[in-house]
């Protein structure tokens, strides 16, 4: 009984700690499908409470952040944009982005804070992508979602848009990376429950007919995998033929909710991963970065925007992160993102030599937030979900590089098999 209580208290304690807050919200943001937007009404008084915490224990500062923000102004200030964008708001909003996730405004305290934020970002993804695929299977979806996948094969789940196929890959991530470290961590009943979550989520990362994300998650693993085992490469070698032997193997079993890409975005064919469907999009990109290429046409705005742009306060579909990042603040905005992101994957798959569980995770956050913008467009869309974990990760491992703190210094969350370890 004693035990019973003592679990309670701690897990109530623990919704006191600020690193628990905002993964809760983006929680309830990928379920604003069942649930209505509560998690996108607390996201940005939260986004100011967490970054008054951030201000509250300063104790340095790292240029390179405040650069990009500053060429982001300065795209503002030489442009001309339109009212509709509401672009002083914007940047406001993601000026405290900037204050509560990333050095901008650092400390051991706040980058600690933010590691603890993806593990449980990550933890609570899994779950969520594992009761989309329960809802799925139960039947408990709605008419229109239904008649979209029995037409093209295609299931979003909760979140009600594309962002179901990057949680499943991240999930996916996560998972490979407690697998990795099973015999650290679990007994073989939480080996299995970690596999039974995985196939949901591979099963969901299937019917979210996302090419990139898919193509990302196999990034991500096997990065994760390299890191691990980087010493032996003979080592590595073998498990990852024996990863894409299991892929061979498993294959047949997922096929149905493979339909989606197979029979829909690929005309039947699984390997022609290609990007037709961004084509368009990059070309004009690549149009407004040619036309004011040093500081672009403007943060968080495009050339071709239509009716929908306008009625939706100027929500914009840039098609690329990576371009819109050319377009929107040209060289002078695009330099400091590649300086943070080549450095962080230098350091985490060639300078580190050591490897634990925690730079095994942040190798394959890393690998995915580096490839899968290229085919989604976030880096400036403060309100996205997506932008806040890309500028938190890499603000995690520019941390860790720079000597902020150590992941020796981050509790692990993970169930053991001895106590309940997860808070």
Not at 57 to 76: E, N, P, Q, V
Not at 220 to 226: G, N, P, Q, T
Request: charged letters at 10%; one cysteine or more; aromatic letters at 18%.
């Amino acid at each position: 009984m004693y035990n019973h209580l003592e679990k309670i208290f701690v897990m109530m304690k623990i919704f006191k700690t600020p690193s628990i807050w905002m993964p809760i919200v983006f929680a309830l943001m990928d379920m604003a499908g069942r649930i209505g937007n509560i998690g996108y009404t607390l996201y940005y008084p939260l986004l100011l409470i967490l970054a008054f915490i951030s201000l509250k224990h300063k104790s340095r500062t790292d240029g390179i952040f405040g650069f990009y923000l500053l060429a982001c102004g300065m795209s503002i200030l030489f442009n001309n944009i339109p009212s509709f964008y509401n672009i002083y708001v914007r940047f406001v909003a993601y000026i405290l982005l900037f204050v509560a996730f990333t050095p901008l405004v650092n400390s051991r305290y706040a980058s600690v804070l933010r590691m603890r934020s993806i593990q449980y970002f990550c933890f609570f993804t899994v779950f969520i992508v594992g009761i989309n695929f329960v809802f799925f299977k139960g039947g408990n979806i709605s008419a229109a979602q239904q008649q979209i996948y029995q037409n093209v094969g295609m299931y979003v789940g909760s979140t009600g848009n594309n962002e179901m196929g990057a949680l499943g890959a991240i999930s996916l991530a996560y998972l490979a990376g407690l697998l990795m470290y099973r015999k650290q961590f679990f007994n073989k009943v939480w080996i299995a429950v970690i596999g039974l979550f995985m196939v949901s989520n591979v099963a969901m990362l299937l019917m979210a007919s996302s090419r990139s994300a898919v193509f990302c998650a196999f990034a991500a693993i096997i990065s994760m995998i390299y890191v691990k085992n980087k010493q032996n490469l003979g080592s590595f070698a073998g498990i990852l033929l024996g990863f894409f032997f299991l892929i061979f193997v498993l294959y047949p079993f997922f096929t149905e909710y493979a339909r989606g890409i197979i029979e829909f975005k690929q005309g039947g064919d699984l390997t022609a991963f290609d990007t037709n469907s961004r084509d368009v999009l990059w070309a004009l990109r690549m149009k407004e970065f040619e036309s004011s290429p040093f500081w672009g046409i403007g943060f968080g705005t495009i050339s071709d925007y239509n009716s929908w742009t306008i009625a939706s306060g100027g929500t914009v579909e840039t098609g690329s992160s990576w371009c819109a990042a050319l377009s929107q603040t040209g060289l002078l905005g695009t330099i400091p993102i590649v300086w943070i992101v080549g450095g962080n994957l230098k350091w985490l798959l060639f300078t580190k030599k050591e490897h634990d569980y925690l730079t095994v995770l942040l190798t394959g956050l890393t690998i995915f937030f580096t490839i899968h913008p290229i085919s989604e467009g976030y880096f400036t869309t403060v309100g996205a979900i997506l932008c806040v974990l890309f500028w938190t990760v890499q603000g995690i491992v520019y941390s860790l590089r720079k000597g902020v703190f150590k992941t020796s210094d981050i509790p692990l969350l993970v169930i053991n098999q001895r106590k309940f370890r997860l808070f």
